[in-house]
Antibody, heavy 117, light 110 residues
Framework: EVQLVESGEGLVQPGSSMKLSCVAS????????MNWIRQAPKKGLEWIAL????????YYADSVKGRFTISRDNSKNTLYLEMNSLRSEDTAMYYC??????????WGQGVMVTVSS | DIVLTQSPALAVSLEQRATISCKTS??????????MHWYQQKPGQQPKLLIY???NLASGIPARFSGSGSGTDFTLTIDPVEADDIATYYC?????????FGGGTKLELK
């Protein structure tokens, strides 16, 4: 059974940093592109970052480019999202999901990030 | 970016048919494949893939869900609607980067 389990949830002040993790199981993690997708409270879904299976390429949404960094450790089956210079508009549920060029086949349960003073 | 437009809500009766539409600002077909996907999200849960590449049923999804359309006009059909189907449905395109989602259609009971 495919499982994606995020961690790192929390409340932080504007301008601060935070790092999310996503541990994968039930599939060959090192063969799959991985993504972070977020959902602001009562809002729709926004894709924010993709990393290729071998970390050779990374892509970001304009809304987070230069502030967020996606990375992975295939030896630990773990995906990361380092978030810097956080803003109130980054407040959202953050999901990891697998997929490279098409659909997002499996999603984690999500972690809530709240940016507020 | 490609913009996807969905109606905010749709009211339907149990055991009837629900048709949820998604219109895109650009053609999302390429070489005969529609890069359109559909997800279901229930309150407090993560989205779940229902349909990929326009009309292909994802693993474990009941056959009462189906997808159709091409180019810029796509439809998710649920027939018949069951109580467990009350949720918000999102379309998503992967034809061009960045991947984008529609605003979601909340399926409600009449």
């Amino acid at each position: 059974e495919v499982q994606l389990v995020e961690s790192g949830e929390g409340l932080v002040q504007p301008g601060s940093s935070m790092k999310l993790s996503c541990v994968a199981s039930g599939f060959t993690f090192s063969n799959y592109g991985m993504n972070w997708i977020r959902q602001a409270p009562k809002k729709g879904l926004e894709w924010i970052a993709l990393i290729y299976y071998d970390s050779s390429s990374k892509y970001y949404a304009d809304s987070v480019k230069g502030r967020f960094t996606i990375s992975r450790d295939n030896s630990k089956n773990t995906l990361y999202l380092e978030m810097n210079s956080l803003r109130s508009e980054d407040t959202a549920m953050y999901y990891c999901a697998n997929g490279l060029t098409g659909s997002f086949d499996y999603w984690g349960q999500g972690v809530m990030v709240t940016v507020s003073s | 970016d490609i913009v996807l437009t969905q109606s905010p809500a749709l009211a339907v009766s149990l055991e009837q048919r629900a048709t949820i539409s998604c219109k895109t600002s650009q053609n999302v077909d390429n070489y005969g494949i529609s890069y359109m996907h559909w997800y279901q999200q229930k309150p407090g849960q993560q989205p779940k893939l229902l349909i990929y590449e326009g009309s292909n049923l994802a693993s474990g999804i009941p056959a009462r869900f189906s997808g159709s359309g091409s180019g810029t006009d796509f439809t998710l059909t649920i027939d018949p609607v069951e109580a467990d189907d009350i949720a918000t449905y999102y379309c998503q395109q992967s034809k061009d980067y960045p991947p984008t989602f529609g605003g979601g259609t909340k399926l409600e009971l009449k």
